[in-house]
């Protein structure tokens, strides 16, 4: 049962909502790792590894962008059954129509023009990618479900239900990477790699959306219907209004992902930095992940009272932690012995993913302020912030790929990760001004 809103907020209290959502994104952050090490082990793993983490991955996550905040919206907005209804029908609708734009990428010309023209992959690697993106059409429609029944999970105290669907998914991707992994040993299929990856993910998302679906029933049945939202009614307008700038945002941020790749694509060492995408971007995505858990916990805590002090001395502390654990791994051998040993990338591509990960240090920590200054903008409805400060993200991105694709600087994968660390600080440092009132709003009525 979740905690009435009239008790006041504690860091503990943060912590208790925290830690499943945490611990959930951190599971989600070992399928891509875990991707990598079987994907690696198998036939042609530059070619595979390279569709998958420079093509179909970010490619999937741009074209699921717009449903990325149901999360956060759903968190926020199901406050009665009238509202979950509501957001339910744009949830079907919106997942069904992102599906089919998946499809009609990966099967017509648009994937030779999109991938092969604009992003400037060729060969095989361009072939792998194209059947990696049939595999991988619903995860769109699984990824909708499942955030949206998430948040009403979140809202209404059911936090463990979360990550209790993720070892659902993560389970799924086990089994299909095994079955691959033993089927490798009978056939010799050069695209083995990036069938059993997108299947793996496919399987597993859809697994996961079918769970929380199930788990959220006696919510919707039981507690829904007597609970009274204190804000106007949820009308298409004021819906609109509130989350096509959050629908926006994930859209401009997951464009920075296939511009790396054609940045990259442009740099020098490209096939090779590639190919350490997924196993840099599984790495950093550990840590990363624990931050981008805090927004709906903010977003969930921050109406009741006590919550922003509650909820600005985790961040801080939480931030710091974090911090301190991944410096304390990258500058020691446990970095090359978990790309080289767990990732199974060969000792030239573990070496040079050792030392662009040092370019990420600062993401976690980032993640921190940025997830607690957007949940303060999304509960004042000031979601066009948000926005704003992923264009300034993106715009850092362009600027400095556009430097690196024009001069022989350093290795691509490593200079990449020094300009998506500067976009995250530029996109925290918008976060930061845009808030200033509502912190100031906040402080003063505690």
């Known amino acids: 049962m979740h905690q009435p809103k009239s008790q006041p907020v504690t860091t503990r209290d943060v912590g208790k909502t925290w830690v499943p959502l945490a611990l959930s994104w951190l599971m989600m952050g070992i399928e891509l790792p875990l991707l990598s090490a079987v994907v690696a082990r198998l036939a042609n793993p530059e070619v595979n590894l390279g569709a998958y983490g420079g093509v179909v991955f970010p490619l999937a996550l741009l074209i699921e962008a717009p449903i990325i905040m149901l999360l956060t919206a ?63 059409t619903p995860w769109t429609w699984a990824i909708a479900h499942r955030r949206f029944n998430q948040g009403v999970l979140i809202r209404f105290g059911r936090s463990r239900a979360v990550t209790w669907g993720t070892l659902v998914r993560l389970a799924t991707d086990t089994a299909v990477l095994v079955t691959a ?5 009978h056939i010799d299929l050069p695209k083995l790699g990036i069938i059993a990856a997108t299947a793996a993910v496919s399987a597993g998302v859809v697994a996961e959306a079918v769970y929380a679906a199930w788990i959220v029933r006696p919510v919707v049945r039981d507690v829904l219907p007597r609970e ?85 001395r985790f961040a801080c502390w939480a931030a710091l932690g974090v911090f301190g654990l991944q410096l304390l791994i990258v500058a020691s051998p446990l970095a090359n012995n978990w790309f080289g040993t767990v990732s199974g990338l060969n000792a030239p591509l573990a070496k040079l993913a050792s030392q662009a990960v040092w370019a990420a240090l600062a993401l976690a920590t980032l993640g ?11 509960h004042s409805h000031k979601t066009r912030s948000v926005t704003e400060s992923v264009m300034a993200f993106l715009m850092v991105i362009i600027a400095g790929l556009t430097v690196g694709a024009h001069g022989d600087w350093l290795a691509g994968a490593i200079f990449a990760y020094i300009v998506y660390s500067l976009g995250q600080a530029a996109q925290f440092g918008w976060l930061f001004i845009r808030s200033c009132a509502d912190r100031k709003a906040l402080g003063q009525a505690e």
């Open 74 to 136: 759903s968190t926020k907005l199901s406050r009665d059954l009238d509202s979950y209804k509501k957001l339910w029908r744009f949830m079907m609708l919106a997942g069904g129509g992102l599906s089919a734009l998946h499809l009609v990428v990966a099967i017509t010309p648009l994937f030779d023009w999109l991938v092969g023209g604009l992003l400037g992959v060729e060969g095989d690697i361009l072939e792998a990618s194209r059947l990696g993106m049939v595999i991988m």
């Open 181 to 185: 992994y033993s089927l490798a040993k």
């Open 228 to 312: 009274r939202s204190t804000e106007p009614p949820l009308d298409r307008k004021r819906f609109l209004s509130f989350y096509m700038p959050l629908a926006l945002s994930p859209l401009l941020g997951l464009a920075a992902q296939p511009i790396l790749t054609a940045g990259i694509s442009r740099m020098p060492l490209a096939l090779e930095s590639l190919a350490v995408l997924p196993a840099l971007n599984g790495f950093t995505f550990l840590f990363r992940s624990v931050s981008l858990a805090y927004l709906e916990v903010v977003v969930a805590l921050i109406e009741r009272p006590g919550g922003y002090a509650a909820l600005r």
């Open 368 to 378: 921190f302020g940025s997830s607690f200054f957007q949940g303060l903008l999304v």
